[in-house]
């Protein structure tokens, strides 16, 4: 059994809040508390409906001005956005770190994964391109082209607290669109720190607001009431995407959704077992696991299991767990008392009904969870049918390609997909099989800036990031001309 003897958490400095001037109120706060000690260590405001229609206010009120702006103008700003984002690598990976627990070599990674998404929208700002096309009408001219969607209600997750924002807001601002951010009330700091950044370097008013609430439903609701709030965009879970998209209805909101995963991992019998199980790791323990798009579910020809399992198990029993804000770790706790106890549940329904603790299985304290190898995992578990969220790897064993890719598209999930095989033919058909946004051919870490993110079936609607993240926030318009017939 796996303990948390050394490297213990210890307590966090404190955190400097940045200036909350401006705000609507800032009388009614909420407190945060650091997963890995169970300390209070900052307080936020705690924004109500009232509040919230003065976001929108300012958000309407502003976007008159920057739709307005040239494309190259916003394309600057975002460019200086990008680069104070970078300068400031550590007050966001220290704020990631404090308020949800990633450990701080990871939490830098995924600032300057933040940034990309801000260094590719400054360059994607100029490339918004239009159409022209023929009438039937000799006398006529025809063209479309591309307007922002208006002022955006951005929900954000506390997984990943730089990135999810940078990913919505730098796409939206690029567009011409102002954008109202509400983070997981676990996470406010890190969008409060990006929200401080845009201003520094000279973005807007009410361009990019941050509304910080620990009542996530009276807040949201006052945007879904507001037929000037044109887009909802969200990642999350995907019982609360469903809620958020049935409410954008009331005022026919344009919605991007990135919702749960429950991703197959599958490792042929001719795959270079070292490498896969080197990517097995980036994929399932990056997070403490706690990602839509690491696997859920790793199937392994029967022919390599034995070898495979031995790899992972060393690996895995190799992770240091501890306190996230020292380099060296590579396991954090987990955000809180629910995503424990549903990591707990999932691994003790397993093992009830059959499957075999290789590494781990067992919570550390406070709220770690050791990361944790499952054999002999069957259908009918938990396990298999809802997204763990945690550091915890099951495996399955199959024999042929047809029971495998069955198998894997078994979900009402499809966001993100990954196989290992040097088999060409076995890679573009089994890849071209997988009901999947996302397949990672010998790749179990395929997001970057300019790649589509987004899954099918209950993942989602929509894509994020690349060209494609862009458009979501656009409105194609048609502009038909009639010329004088005479000239
Ligand atoms: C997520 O888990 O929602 C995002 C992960 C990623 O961007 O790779």
């Known amino acids: 059994m796996m303990s948390l003897a050394t490297n213990q958490p210890t307590d966090a400095v404190d955190w400097v809040l940045p200036s909350l001037e401006g705000r609507a109120d800032n ?7 650091n997963p890995a000690t169970g300390k209070v260590f900052a307080r936020v405001p705690d924004c109500d409906a009232q509040e919230a229609m003065a976001f929108a206010n300012a958000s ?16 600057q700003l975002l460019r200086k956005w990008f680069d104070r984002i970078v300068a400031g690598v550590d007050e966001i990976a220290t704020a990631i770190s404090l ?10 990674g995924e600032v300057m994964y933040a940034a990309g998404f801000a260094e590719w929208y400054a360059e994607e700002a100029k490339r918004l391109y239009g159409e022209t096309f023929s009438s039937q009408h000799e006398h006529k001219r025809l063209y479309a082209h591309r307007q922002p969607v208006g002022p955006v209600y951005a929900v954000t997750p506390w997984n990943f607290p730089a990135a999810m924002i940078t990913r919505k807001v730098a796409p939206a601002l690029a567009a011409g669109c102002t954008v109202i951010v509400k983070p997981a009330e676990q996470s406010p700091l890190t969008a409060i720190v990006l929200e401080k950044f845009w201003h520094e370097v000279g973005g807007p008013k009410g361009t990019f607001q941050v509304i910080t609430s620990n009542r996530p439903a009276e807040v949201s609701n006052e945007f879904f009431k507001d ?19 049935r409410q954008s209805a009331q005022t026919m909101k344009r919605v991007s959704l990135e919702l749960g995963g429950h991703a197959p991992f599958i490792v042929f019998a001719d795959a270079d077992i070292e490498r896969a199980a080197d990517d097995i790791m980036a994929c399932k323990f990056r997070n403490a696991g706690q990602t839509c798009v690491c696997t859920n579910r790793i199937y392994v020809h029967r022919s390599i299991s034995g070898k495979l399992v031995d790899a992972l198990a060393t690996r895995v029993a190799a992770l240091r767990v501890g306190d996230p804000s020292k380099a060296e770790t590579q396991i954090g706790p987990l955000v809180d008392e629910q995503g424990l106890k549903k990591v707990q549940e999932h691994v003790e329904d397993a093992v009830s009904r059959g499957a075999r603790v290789v590494v781990g299985g067992n919570a550390l304290g406070g709220l770690y969870f050791a990361p944790t190898i499952l054999c002999d995992v069957a259908p009918g578990m938990r396990i298999l049918e809802e997204e763990t969220f945690g550091p915890v790897a099951p495996i399955l064993e199959f024999d042929s390609v047809d029971e495998v890719v069955a198998a894997a598209n078994d979900t009402p999930f499809g966001l993100a997909a990954y196989l290992w095989t040097r088999d060409l033919d076995t890679a573009h058909r089994v890849s071209e099989r997988l009901d999947y946004g996302i397949v990672g051919i010998n790749d179990g870490a395929p997001s970057t800036a300019q790649a589509p993110f987004g899954g099918v079936k209950l993942s989602g609607l929509g894509r994020e990031g690349g ?10 318009k048609f502009v038909s001309v009639g010329l004088n017939p005479r000239s």
């Open 99 to 108: 308020e949800m627990g990633k450990p701080i070599s990871e939490a830098r």
């Open 467 to 476: 060209i494609w993240g862009i458009q979501e926030y656009l409105d194609t």
């Open 227 to 245: 037929a000037r709030i044109r887009k909802l965009t969200f990642t999350g879970s995907t019982d609360v995407g469903i809620l958020l998209y």
């Open 27 to 33: 009388s009614v706060t909420y407190d945060l508390t």
């Open 60 to 75: 309407v009120q502003a976007f008159e001005n920057w739709k307005a702006t040239t494309a190259y103008a916003r394309s």
